[in-house]
């Protein structure tokens, strides 16, 4: 295991921001946000980021291609940019985890080549938690807070940080860097045990009862005050969907993809109109797709990583907590 | 008040004075309660609550709720009470279908009030007179009320329910809390200084529509920003001008109907204070029209949809920046 002093951490990025650039969790505007490091920017003092490490492999609004007209002349560009080898540092377990079920969607035949791309590129150096939420349920979905993955797993005790590579990617990367040798001290893991959701059970709405859950009376309560926003999706590290629109630029279009989300009343919108034609329908997409269709295409595994995001920014409290909690009850 | 509120919902529902119930609903901590419409006594004793933390503005629920078959009881704070009165100037609530109940107000709490004390992993509060005892996974620590009030509350207009059925508590006055003074601190800044301010903050902004999902003037039933057919439908924004035009937009189209009741900045899961955009539309119109404000009452003009020959011809062009 490698170790680096705390107090020098600002050397640290340097060193890594001169041979590739480094993205870290930083305050923009008061806000936790992953941005790339310049000499100077600190590390967030808040757990998590609000927007999650997604945004890195998966952007908001990217261009997919252009089409450029000339009187009869269409010209066909490709604006995908070459993607330079990168470092992001500070991801979180349930982050990291996130990119296991972003892989399975994008990285699947035929694979998605700008996700790879940037997949590809990056190194991810993961940071070990040591301060939950109160809404962290990570633990609960099998994952280990303090033994996060990617490329390198880090862990802050004391005055030091302490790093361990976990793929060749990350040893090339570690090995590049001046650091010393150290093994870390075992860590207080109590707090974990007092986590208030620390005894969800996300697994048990499995797919034999698929039509079950989809017909639970319980959807039109839970939905009821949804306001359609899209905040959960958008701030959710597993949601995935995107929406593909063409942009009239006078002398030819520019295609783009953007996230879109299924709280949306477009969302899937057909030539015959919709299927999702109230709030009931599309409230039920997202908790159905997390609980109940991803585990059964993914051998059970549940489409979320228990971040708690969906539980601090929806606007009206509702979330999949509630939802799992909400359907269990009836035990159909 | 908690008791209060909820024998009143039960005894609504058992009377059969009302079909349903809007109110707040408990959630896993003390915080997230979520707006619930009840149907029976016994669920309202069950899941209702009434504290500090209901901060959720139940009026626009009612443009919806209002349509239903029968009766529907609301629970009301004083700043919710604009919105309610507005959206009826709105013609978007049908009154008769309505039993409006006004809660006095003291000022809401707001975990992220809390938050902002740099309180972490907060599991429980416990209030005793003026101070609040907050439980953490890292311990208590207690800390003035006051410090614990929701954002909108500590510029409250007024404490004043503005239109209901029943009051359950006095009924307030308004105040006279310095609602301008942030929007003035921003017209001193030079016009780089205050772009530099709007584009850090409207920067940060992820199109999740929550502000505008939320607010009870925006209630028309496709906006354009989701219409296919507008020519300006905007799912994310692609650029500084893009991000930018979606809020100015939205202020101007609820310019004279904004009531100033602040639930966008509390929905907002980037806290961008979009509250200060508002109140410099109001200040604004003030200014040139003569005092307003939106839901005070039923009968005064909206400045926006009223025209005299006197009315000011203000520009930004002519007087160079705008209204000072
Ligand atoms: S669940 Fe909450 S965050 Fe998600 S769309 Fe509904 S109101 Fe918005
Ligand atoms: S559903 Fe909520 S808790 Fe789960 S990964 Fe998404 S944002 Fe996080
Ligand atoms: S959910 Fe787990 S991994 Fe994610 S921030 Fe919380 S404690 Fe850390
Ligand atoms: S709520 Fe905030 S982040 Fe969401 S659209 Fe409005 S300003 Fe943007
Ligand atoms: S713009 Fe904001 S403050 Fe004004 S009515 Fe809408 S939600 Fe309330």
Same mark, same amino acid.
């Given at each position: ?66 089409? %450029?007209? #000339? ?13 330079? $080898?990168?470092?992001? @540092? *500070? ?10 079920i972003l892989d399975s969607v994008f990285l699947a035949e035929p694979a998605d080549t700008y996700y790879r791309d940037r ?64 093994? %870390?001290? #075992? ?13 969800? $059970?996300?697994?048990? @709405? *499995? ?126 | ?83 309610f009165v507005q959206l009826q100037k709105e013609h978007r609530i049908l009154r008769e279908n309505v039993y409006a109940v ?16 740099g309180l972490r992993g907060i599991t429980a509060v416990q209030a005793e007179e003026d101070r609040l005892t907050v439980s ?189």
């Amino acid at each position: 295991m490698k170790k680096w002093e705390l107090s020098r951490l600002q050397e640290l990025f340097e060193a890594i921001a001169a041979q590739e650039p480094l993205y870290i969790p930083t305050d923009v505007s008061g806000q936790p946000t992953f941005a790339l490091w310049q000499p100077g920017m600190a590390l967030t003092r808040e757990l998590n980021t609000v927007r999650s490490a997604k945004d890195l492999f998966f952007p908001q609004v990217e261009e997919l291609v252009k089409f %450029k007209v #000339e009187g009869k002349k269409i010209q066909v560009l490709d604006p995908q940019v070459q993607i330079r $080898d990168q470092v992001v @540092f *500070g991801v979180r377990a349930c982050d990291a985890r996130s990119f296991d079920i972003l892989d399975s969607v994008f990285l699947a035949e035929p694979a998605d080549t700008y996700y790879r791309d940037r997949r590809a590129h990056t190194t991810v150096m993961t940071l070990a938690c040591t301060h939950p939420e109160e809404s962290c349920f990570c633990t609960s979905l099998g994952i280990d807070p303090q033994a996060p993955g990617g490329d390198v797993s880090c862990w802050i005790e004391g005055e030091a940080l302490y790093l361990n590579a976990n793929t060749p990617k990350g040893q090339a990367l570690l090995s590049r860097l001046p650091l010393d040798e150290g093994e %870390k001290p #075992e860590a207080d893991r109590s707090v974990f045990d007092r986590l208030p959701l620390k005894d969800l $059970d996300l697994t048990r @709405f *499995g797919e034999k009862k698929l039509l079950d859950w989809f017909h639970s009376p319980k959807w039109g309560e839970l939905s009821q005050s949804c306001l359609g926003c899209g905040t959960c999706t958008f701030v959710c590290p597993t949601c995935q969907c995107y929406d593909i629109r063409d942009f009239d630029t006078g002398h030819g279009v520019q295609r783009f993809r953007c996230w879109d989300s299924c709280m949306y009343s477009d969302f899937t919108m057909m030539a015959h109109g919709t299927n999702r034609p109230t709030q009931l329908e599309r409230f039920r997409q997202r908790f159905m797709h997390k609980l109940v269709y991803y585990p059964a295409d993914h051998g059970g595994q549940v489409g979320c990583v228990g971040c708690g995001r969906c539980l601090r920014k929806c606007p009206i409290s509702m979330n999949i907590v509630k939802v799992a909690r909400a359907l269990g009850e009836e035990e159909v | 008040m908690q008791e209060r509120v909820i024998e009143k919902a039960a005894q609504l529902l058992e009377s059969g004075a009302c079909a349903r119930v809007l109110g707040w609903k408990t959630g896993e901590f003390f915080y997230d309660v979520t707006p619930a419409v009840f149907t029976s006594a016994q669920q309202v004793r069950q899941e209702m609550v009434f504290s500090p933390f209901c901060g959720a503005n139940l009026s626009k629920y009612l443009i919806a709720e209002s349509r239903k078959e029968g009766k529907v009881g609301v629970f009301l704070k004083p700043c919710d009470s604009f919105s309610f009165v507005q959206l009826q100037k709105e013609h978007r609530i049908l009154r008769e279908n309505v039993y409006a109940v006004g809660v006095q107000c003291q000022g809401m709490s707001d975990i992220e009030a809390l938050k902002a004390l740099g309180l972490r992993g907060i599991t429980a509060v416990q209030a005793e007179e003026d101070r609040l005892t907050v439980s953490t996974l890292y311990g208590e620590k207690t800390v003035a009320l006051e410090e614990a009030l929701s954002l909108r509350c500590r510029s409250c207009k007024s404490r004043a329910l503005h239109d209901c059925d029943e009051l359950i508590g006095d009924q307030g006055r308004d105040l006279d809390t310095d609602r301008f003074g942030e929007v003035a601190r921003l017209e001193a800044m030079s016009p780089e200084e205050r772009f530099a301010f709007w584009r850090s903050q409207l920067s940060k902004c992820i199109r999740c529509n929550a502000c505008r999902n939320v607010c009870p003037a925006c209630s028309c039933e496709k906006c354009v920003f989701d219409d296919p057919n507008s020519g300006v439908q905007n799912k994310a924004a692609a650029d500084p001008f893009e991000e930018d035009l979606f809020h100015i937009i939205r202020a101007f189209h609820v310019a004279g109907r904004c009531t100033d009741c602040g639930e966008c900045t509390r929905v907002c899961p980037q806290h961008i204070p979009l509250h200060l955009l508002n109140r410099k539309l109001i200040k604004d119109m003030n200014a040139l029209y003569g005092p307003y404000q939106a839901g005070s009452d039923f009968d005064s003009k909206p400045p926006m949809l009223t025209f005299t020959q006197e009315d000011p011809e203000a520009s930004i062009i002519t007087e160079g920046r705008g209204i000072q």
